[in-house]
Every structure is written in structure tokens, then in C-alpha cells.
């Protein structure tokens, strides 16, 4: 190393390297331009190679930019998708999955799904058949969306989606319900048809059928008869995520 250059700093000495390589040879800082006509960012790659729906049997990514693309796609969550209904009136809706930030503070289901609104109140949920190009090729794609009364009528502006409703069970988790309606529609049944035999007939009748209620209770429970713990958390979340 020149003495001239051991106390300067890496970009100094760069620096005072090119002033005199100019000095010595001529030319100007402009030749030593790179082209970036051609650069392409991180998200330049992932537009190029973006699915909307990636199979994952048949989609194996083979290059480093199908390999980028497909792990933003496995970082997305595919519950509900977010809208831009700005063109409904031209039946054009803009449909992508949400990120992580976005579920966590509630957009797209306790929030409504289009980007430009916030209402929380009477939300909807919609099944839509999604139609677009992607490389050139149409595709088609089932999702579901949560809107407000107001954005719903936007969504259905062209043609009349399916809406999703939420079926209520009146079975509680952990409880031997239907064993009780089941013993006791039969017992009623039971009575029904004894009727018209003699008094003595139908008391024996009716003392069997609750000796056999109380029987139940004795017996060891039937083998998969209440749920376990993980059928339970699933029923929450498909209850929860409707």
C-alpha cells in the first residue's frame, strides 16, 4: 500500500484510485457506469412469477425467480381474500390473499374486505367464482369474501353471488345431548303406541324405558361419542373463520 493512501478510508481511497486512473489515462466517471436497464428488485421477481393459486403437487418451482414467488405465496393467508371494488360497475373486481399483518388486526374478516373501507358492523361473507389471466392462461378460483351490507351491493352489482350463512348447532361440546332426545322421543313414541292396551301393559312399559334411561347412565360410554380435543378446536375455527 502507497503511503499516500494508508490513512484515507475504503471510500477515499476509491476515491483518489479513480481521480488517478483519469489523471494518467483520461476519461470521464461515466464509463464506469453499469447498465441497470436490466436490474430487477425482489418484487419485480415476484411479479413475473406470481400464481394467484400455486398446485402444490404439480408446481415445483424451477427457478430461483418460481422458487422467490412461491415463497411469498406460502407466507399468504388464504381464508378470505381482500377486494378493490373500484370498476364494479364494469363487473371488474380485483381479488388478492391477505398478509399477516392484515390478519392480524382483522382486515378482510372482522373488518370489511374491500381495501378502501373500514365498517365491522354486519358483515357478510360471499362465495366467488374468481375469473382471471394469469400468464396468459383464463383460470377460475372458488374464494370467499367478508363485506359490509354497503360494498356487498357493489359485489353484486353484475350478477347475484352466493352468500355464506353461518348454521347454528344446538349441540353443546362435551355433553351427552343427543342421548337424552334420542331417549326421550323414544319413550314418548313408546307411550304413543301402548295406548290402547291395558293399564298394566303401558306401566310396565313406561318402567322399562326408564330403567333403561338409567341404564345409560351406568354403562361404559360408547367409543367416540363426545368429541375429543382436537375435533372441538376445529369446530371453533370453521365456526370462528365463517
Request: hydrophobic share 25%; glycine share 4%; proline share 2%.
Amino acid at each position: 500500500m502507497f503511503p499516500a493512501y494508508a490513512y484515507l478510508s475504503a471510500y477515499d481511497r476509491h476515491k483518489k484510485l479513480i481521480n488517478d486512473y483519469f489523471t494518467l489515462y483520461g476519461g470521464s466517471v461515466t464509463s464506469l457506469k453499469r447498465n441497470t436497464s436490466r436490474d430487477k428488485t425482489d418484487y419485480d421477481v415476484i411479479r413475473e412469477n406470481h400464481k394467484f393459486l400455486w398446485d402444490q403437487d404439480n408446481d415445483v418451482p424451477d427457478t430461483w425467480g418460481a422458487r422467490l414467488a412461491k415463497k411469498y405465496y406460502d407466507k399468504l393467508f388464504k381464508e378470505y381474500c381482500l377486494a378493490d371494488l373500484t370498476y364494479y360497475k364494469q363487473n371488474k373486481v380485483a381479488l388478492r390473499w391477505r398478509t399477516e399483518k392484515e390478519v392480524v388486526v382483522g382486515k378482510g374478516q372482522f373488518e370489511c374486505g374491500n381495501k378502501k373501507c373500514k365498517e365491522k358492523e354486519d358483515l357478510k361473507s360471499w362465495e366467488v367464482n374468481f375469473g382471471y389471466i394469469e400468464h396468459g392462461e383464463k383460470k377460475n378460483a372458488l374464494v370467499k369474501l367478508r363485506l359490509c351490507p354497503e360494498c356487498s351491493i357493489k359485489l353484486n352489482y353484475g350478477s347475484q353471488k352466493r352468500e355464506i350463512k353461518r348454521h347454528k348447532s344446538l349441540k353443546r361440546l362435551g355433553t351427552n345431548t343427543e342421548i337424552q332426545n334420542s331417549t326421550a322421543s323414544t319413550s314418548t313414541l313408546h307411550i304413543k303406541t301402548e295406548e290402547n292396551e291395558t293399564t298394566n301393559n303401558t306401566k310396565t312399559s313406561v318402567e322399562e324405558t326408564n330403567k333403561n334411561e338409567s341404564n345409560i347412565w351406568k354403562e361404559k360410554p360408547v367409543e367416540n361419542l363426545e368429541k375429543t380435543r382436537e375435533e372441538e378446536f376445529e369446530e371453533y375455527l370453521a365456526d370462528l373463520l365463517m
